[in-house]
């Protein structure tokens, strides 16, 4: 769908404005993805080039945990070591609801001034080809941007939190003490994606628990030979304690994946699901059309009374769209 | 995929044998639902001449807000009333993990020596089309089975467990005190597909805020002129006390939706759903087929090097699908 705001300034402009530095521009961009805008391929044509210049960094955890403190202090400890920092905080909210709860605008106060340091909040609910397709795409516009490393934080522990997690070069997991997460985080299915863990709030009674849950889950998990443990590392992020840790476990684990081939293998992995992501949602706008007309609705009403049964409709429905995809 | 268990008896016999009642027929059928396998066009073509003639019951709500014990008592109280129950506790767990929460067999044990009740658990693991595509057709074996109401009970309050009660002719969304469960509801989109809230444990400490809360978050909600407003009931399900109230809602709430033609439409909209994501799941499997082919892989890592946007790798996947699906 067409993002009316998209036509005051073109594409070409924004790039080129954009590779220039200027955050209202990049701004501008992420609107386009976060809308599904009908500028997007050729927004993803132009910025093409500079794909797999920056180090992707997932954040996750459940609410609760520190996640904004965290990745402010992140910033400042990567900003110190002289990167160009994006942060893209995703809300995988309901397709029902929009009521994405981002924000928390008072961490960005601390590197408003920054020229260096690019915070942005995106909901992929514009998006048809949801957070597999809308996040590599944001990371895409950052790096055109001159960001060399993007973190990618994402609002709770669930399914598509995973999803995103999943999406990034490393991935990091928030705990905080005596909040059941190490049971949740299996549940979400997190310790198969977690590269790093991070119980933060480590001066809180419980934390030793925590930690000790938390190893115990991931000694108990299946993993191949030579393949990476996760390390856990203690952190008070409210205090600046333990942050430059995390830098450091972060920066070994992307040695790590070079050394031994994964960084090209998951980012590999992360285009192919891109690329499905936007192929499938083309096909469903597709349907989507075909939904208006009255092929959809007539085989819905005929599987609906028991006259079809659903696979022979969605045979019909696969047939017509072939017809009329040509 | 095919389930190598289903191969023991033909289709035309289970479903033959599920039609008489035949308890084991009606779990290995809905075994074939679950595991998606090459059999389900055949026993969905079976099964299609009885859709609809059951009531679809969803019941959602949060784990600990006693959704189990709910369960049971409505079952007892729709027993007593003459109907034939078939309950389908659905797990929509992480791709991930596989670690499905289900079982909790002591409930079923009220019912055990009942044929008159079905219970059974299901996860859409393996179902390629998820649990749009899942649930009805579980549903529709247990119509054809004879049910003539069929209780879909879902785990946890989240995007999945919404798609599901979405499902249902009547959804019915239990909260307990001191849960945040409100809240919880908003942020899920529950309150969008909710049609009877239960406010269960009502005889704790809380009860009466929990009430006043879910009654304040639907009057301020959205609702079109003569649209249906969600009663919300008291029960304490542990002791068999507002059963009956909730059963005669969901009674109400047909008629309703009888009166208004909203069964029909909401019949329709599960139908093309379950038809949309048949279609979609079948798409994605000849994708995955070139996935395991070059076409997928080689697109990625042009992608993954900046060689190619993955729009345009979307494109080349699309064409290659086009040929290969002739």
Redesign the interface.
């Known amino acids: 769908m067409s993002d009316s705001r998209s036509g005051r300034r073109g594409v070409a402009e924004l790039v080129s404005a954009a590779r220039d530095g200027d955050p209202r521009a990049l701004a501008r961009l992420i609107t386009l993805v976060e809308n599904d805008a009908d500028e997007?391929?050729e927004v993803?044509?132009a910025?093409?080039?500079?794909?797999?210049t920056a180090q992707v960094i997932g954040l996750t955890g459940a609410p609760g945990v520190g996640k904004s403190t965290t990745t402010n202090e992140l910033v400042r400890a990567l900003r110190g070591r002289g990167h160009r920092v994006g942060v893209l905080a995703v809300d995988p909210s309901?397709?029902?609801?929009g009521?994405a709860?981002l924000g928390d605008r008072v961490r960005m106060q601390d590197h408003a001034t920054d020229t260096g340091v690019f915070i942005r909040s995106m909901s992929s609910r514009g998006h048809l080809g949801g957070l597999a397709?809308a996040t590599?795409?944001a990371v895409r516009v950052m790096e055109g941007a001159g960001c060399d490393v993007v973190l990618v934080e994402t609002v709770g522990v669930?399914?598509?939190e995973?999803e995103v997690a999943s999406l990034a070069d490393t991935t990091l997991v928030l705990l905080a003490p005596g909040m059941g997460d190490a049971i949740q985080a299996?549940?979400?299915?997190i310790l198969?994606?977690a590269d790093v863990f991070v119980v933060n709030k480590a001066d809180r009674d419980g934390a030793d628990a925590t930690y000790r849950d938390i190893q115990g889950m991931i000694g108990l998990a299946p993993r191949a030979p030579g393949s990476w443990r996760p390390p856990v590392v203690r952190a008070v992020a409210a205090k600046g304690e333990g942050i430059d840790e995390v830098v450091a476990v972060i920066e070994k684990h992307r040695d790590w994946l070079v050394a031994h081939d994964e960084l090209?293998r998951r980012?590999?992995?992360?285009?192919?699901a891109?690329?499905?992501a936007?192929?499938?949602a083309?096909?469903?706008a597709r349907?989507g059309s075909l939904?208006e007309g009255t092929a959809?609705?007539s085989?819905?009403?005929a599987?609906?009374?028991?006259?079809?049964?659903?696979?022979?409709?969605?045979r019909e429905?696969?047939a017509g769209?072939?017809s009329s995809?040509a």
Chains 1, 2 share one sequence.
Do not use: H, N
């Open positions: 997007l391929p993803a044509a910025f093409a080039p500079f794909t797999g309901s397709p029902y609801t009521g709860i397709a590599p795409q669930g399914q598509a995973v299996v549940k979400a299915g198969e994606v090209r980012r590999e992995a992360r285009a192919a891109e690329v499905e936007i192929a499938l083309t096909l469903r349907m939904r959809l609705p085989l819905a009403a599987v609906a009374s028991g006259e079809l049964d659903p696979y022979a409709a969605a429905l696969l769209l072939r995809s």
